[in-house]
């Protein structure tokens, strides 16, 4: 993930954009604390020279005024994997998710991997449960479908039947999508392909390529 990663950080403003993470998805197992010391040595190791792991694991630290603070002054944000359905319902509606979308409209970049990048949607699906929920809604009428090219393709098939007007955005492994295409919309980083599923069909595109989404939203 160097390559979409690093491209990310440069959007942000540079090595010396004030990043935040947030590792809230890794806290039912109690693995937060080793996610984000993972996340503080990988963005460090590709330059990142102002990284700050906030301490937002569940609902009342989501409420905490300093973190939504630290959020709104955040020119790189980015949502760590885990548990997608508890980090949606853990920044859903909160002081954190408010302070988010404030930084955002200020120029931020947004990006997270896996449970991270599945509630940025207006729609996500938790395996565990079968179901889909509301997420964040920065890419709208979407679902991201993570892992794509691992497990990841067999969720295609109830997606469609349950988000039957949604993009459907299958991410492979080791790859990403930013909003950096210009008129034509998103770009394809890293080592894998992004497949969209439509209405009715699938198209898959390759590192490098371009392509547009119909509600476009743009800097994630």
Request: charged content about 20%; proline content about 5%; aromatic content about 8%.
């Amino acid at each position: 993930m160097a390559v979409p990663d690093r491209r990310a950080i440069e959007l942000a403003g540079g090595w010396e954009a004030r990043m935040c993470v947030i590792p809230a998805a890794a806290a039912p197992d109690q693995n937060h604390k080793r996610a984000g010391a993972n996340a503080s040595r990988w963005f460090e190791s590709l330059g990142a020279l102002q990284l700050n792991v906030l301490p937002l694991i569940d609902r009342d630290s989501a409420n905490d005024p300093q973190i939504a603070a630290e959020l709104r002054s955040a020119q790189f944000i980015y949502m760590l994997g885990g548990f997608t359905h508890y980090l949606g319902e853990t920044l859903l509606g909160s002081p954190a998710a408010k302070a988010m979308r404030i930084a955002y409209d200020n120029g931020a970049v947004i990006g997270g991997s896996c449970a991270g990048a599945m509630v940025l949607c207006q729609h996500y699906y938790d395996p565990g449960e079968r179901k889909v929920f509301p997420g964040l809604d920065y890419v709208h009428s979407a679902c991201v479908i993570p892992h794509h090219n691992t497990f990841g393709k067999g969720w295609t098939a109830r997606l469609a039947v349950l988000l039957p007007d949604d993009v459907l955005i299958g991410i492979d492994e080791r790859t990403g999508m930013i909003d950096d295409g210009g008129e034509n919309g998103w770009k394809v980083y890293g080592q894998g392909n992004v497949t969209l599923y439509q209405e009715g069909e699938s198209v898959i595109y390759q590192p490098g390529e371009v392509f547009q989404l119909k509600h476009e939203s743009p800097r994630i």
